[in-house]
């Protein structure tokens, strides 16, 4: 009797692990890079869960009618996938479109494998430090290969990793692992350009101490790769209790190689 039960615990296991393997999440990150670079109606979307839930920049809306349903120039991308949350995150760098856009997207399945939420920062001109022409200058010059499986981080150590550097915006104590190099680009402005080899990362103080709040998390063990969507305070100084962003992180040997930040604004540029 053990035995079957056994037996029947290990099939739900290797249906579970079936369900979110890397190749039905890379299937689906492709699958909304094909709708949002033709702008095709969602019901072509086919990953779709009949009442999926759409959410663009925290306003949740009728999905027909977010820059989804748009025709969006996709020169440049990359995924996340995350076989343990059964999540992705898709980043899409659209420098030649008409209406440029650096847009940030997490997607949540169900069992089933149908897309059941999609979470979308959307970002174009009047957002933060945007430029879409140089997010996809310095973004092509990053590598994001996969990490060797002898050298990965844990799941563990790349979200501390995240973590800390957002934490350390409260506090200057938190002692935050970048590597050497590190550089960080927040819209189109890249810190790392001058200075390839240091660690260009380091965030100065900011006139009050920041808790980033609402983290959502689409971690990929092998590119030792975190995004965090959450709520930015302070930022913008119409909306000071937060704005809609997202911090992508690159972990290597425990240490941050690379951060992408994504911020919209209330007010043009964020009052600033």
């Known amino acids: 009797m053990m035995y079957l039960i056994l037996l029947i615990c290990a099939g739900f296991i290797a249906r579970a692990s079936a369900a979110c393997s890397r190749a039905m999440l ?15 109606s969602v019901q072509a979307f086919a990953a779709l869960a009949n ?3 759409y959410v663009e920049n925290d306003v949740p809306m009728d999905i027909n009618k977010g820059v989804l349903a748009q025709a969006v120039v996709v020169d440049f991308n990359r995924s996340l996938l995350d076989t343990t949350e059964c ?13 440029p856009y650096v847009i940030h997207t997490r997607m949540l399945f169900a069992p089933d494998q149908k897309i059941t939420t999609i979470q979308s920062v959307v970002a174009d001109a ?3 430090a945007f430029n879409a022409t140089g997010h996809l200058y310095w973004t092509q010059k990053e590598t994001w290969t996969p990490i060797p499986h002898s050298a990965r981080d844990t799941r563990a150590v790349i979200k501390a990793a995240g973590d800390a550097y957002l934490d ?17 680009l927040e819209g189109g402005a890249y810190t790392g350009g001058s200075k390839p080899m240091a ?12 808790k980033i709040g609402r983290r959502r998390y689409v971690i990929d063990e092998e590119l030792g790769a975190v995004d965090i969507f959450n709520d ?32 919209v604004c209330v007010a043009r540029n964020c009052g600033r």
Not at 168 to 184: F, L
């Open 51 to 53: 009442n999926v839930t």
């Open 199 to 210: 660690n260009t990362c380091t965030m100065g103080a900011f006139p009050e101490p920041l």
């Open 26 to 40: 890379q299937e689906a990150a492709a699958s909304y890079l094909r709708t949002q670079n033709a702008g095709l």
């Open 87 to 99: 999540a992705t995150f898709t980043e899409i760098t659209s420098a030649t479109s008409k209406h």
């Open 168 to 184: 350390s915006w409260g506090d200057s104590k938190v002692k935050v692992p970048y590597g050497t190099p590190c550089a960080r």
């Open 126 to 128: 009047g957002d933060w």
């Open 232 to 263: 930015f305070p302070f930022i913008d100084t119409t909306r000071p209790e937060g704005v809609p962003s997202t911090n992508l992180f690159r972990v290597e040997g425990g240490g941050i190689r690379y951060i992408h930040e994504n911020t």
